[in-house]
């Protein structure tokens, strides 16, 4: 088989959960072009090691690869790194695809060169029951705060220009945030689909709750790595305007930044 795209499910501990993630993308009209890759981060509890054994004999199909717990980001970058597909979907254990994003990102990075990153817009479930409607990329929020999940299609080859997951973060949760903006100063184009791709688990005691508790330290990581240093001050001066937002000095000051950044990022 040579899949053109592959998702990669990552998990940890999280077995409950795992065959609806599966499920969402089984029975895909295009399904001959897609590779699933399951990477079990070191799971230890019975549930998730006796659901990963079920899957090896009900989907022969999927690659299940194990590994030591590592942690997220290297549980990534080891699924992708066997994946056979052109194009990449990374989709936690405890969320599912929606269809249609599987098919319209295929169709949109094999018809534009340009585009390198498909996102769009997600349900949330479980503790919380609304709609996230995203946007179309906004660089000087994104300097502040990450608006493009990590359930998004890229191409694999991007993800090996920008060295993949930063694997030393001193958290995980906002691994897909760094990586965003590293694939942003290479000058990578990000494509916005206006409909529901995903649905979000909103849970207790989630990776995600534990990293914003450590937020600033993690913002101070990736904004002194080498290659996005230069954004800190961009990042200083949209704060300093944030209290003028009501003001039209406000839209004028953000739109001299956003050019700032695109010419300096070569946009």
Same mark, same amino acid.
């Given at each position: ?8 499910? %990552? ?7 795992? #065959?609806?993630?599966l499920d969402s993308v089984f029975n895909h009209s295009l399904r001959e072009k897609i590779e699933i890759i399951v990477v079990n981060d070191g799971s230890t509890d019975?549930? %998730?090691?006796?659901? $990963? ?7 022969? #199909? ?8 590592? +942690? ?16 990449? @979907? ?5 969320? =599912? $695809?929606?269809? !249609? ?18 996102? +769009? ?12 409607? *995203?946007? =179309?990329?906004?660089?000087? #929020?994104? $300097? ?11 191409? =694999?080859?991007?993800?090996? %220009?920008? +060295?993949?997951y930063d694997e030393n973060m001193p958290v995980m949760g906002f691994e897909d945030w760094d990586l965003w903006l590293r694939m942003l100063v290479k000058g990578c +184009?990000?494509?916005? @689909?206006? #409909?529901? /791709?995903?649905?979000? &688990?909103?849970?207790? *005691? ?8 450590? &937020? ?8 002194? =790595? ?10 200083? /001066? !949209?704060?300093? *305007? ?7 000095s406000y839209a004028y000051a953000m739109g001299i930044i956003g050019k700032k950044i695109k010419r300096k990022i070569g946009f």
């Amino acid at each position: 088989m040579h899949p053109k795209l592959s998702i990669i499910i %990552t998990c940890f501990n999280l077995g409950h959960y795992l #065959e609806e993630a599966l499920d969402s993308v089984f029975n895909h009209s295009l399904r001959e072009k897609i590779e699933i890759i399951v990477v079990n981060d070191g799971s230890t509890d019975s549930i %998730t090691l006796n659901v $990963l054994q079920n899957i090896e004999k009900k989907f022969p #199909e999927v690659i299940i690869l194990n590994q030591e717990n590592k +942690g997220l980001a290297r549980a990534r970058n080891n699924g992708i790194s066997i994946a056979k597909g052109e194009y990449i @979907i990374p989709l936690d254990a405890d969320n =599912k $695809l929606r269809h !249609v994003f599987i098919a319209q990102s295929i169709s949109i990075l094999d018809s534009n060169s340009s585009i390198d990153v498909v996102y +769009g817009d997600a349900q949330f479930f479980g503790n919380k029951n609304s709609v996230w409607e *995203n946007k =179309k990329l906004n660089i000087e #929020e994104m $300097l502040l705060n990450n608006h493009v999940d990590a359930c998004a299609a890229f191409r =694999k080859s991007v993800w090996e %220009t920008v +060295g993949g997951y930063d694997e030393n973060m001193p958290v995980m949760g906002f691994e897909d945030w760094d990586l965003w903006l590293r694939m942003l100063v290479k000058g990578c +184009g990000f494509y916005y @689909i206006s #409909e529901i /791709c995903f649905d979000y &688990r909103v849970r207790d *005691n989630s990776m995600l709750s534990d990293a914003w508790q450590k &937020r600033l330290e993690i913002i101070e990581y990736i904004f002194n =790595k080498k290659e996005l240093k230069y954004l800190k001050d961009f990042r200083a /001066c !949209v704060i300093e *305007n944030r209290s003028l937002k009501e003001e039209p000095s406000y839209a004028y000051a953000m739109g001299i930044i956003g050019k700032k950044i695109k010419r300096k990022i070569g946009f």
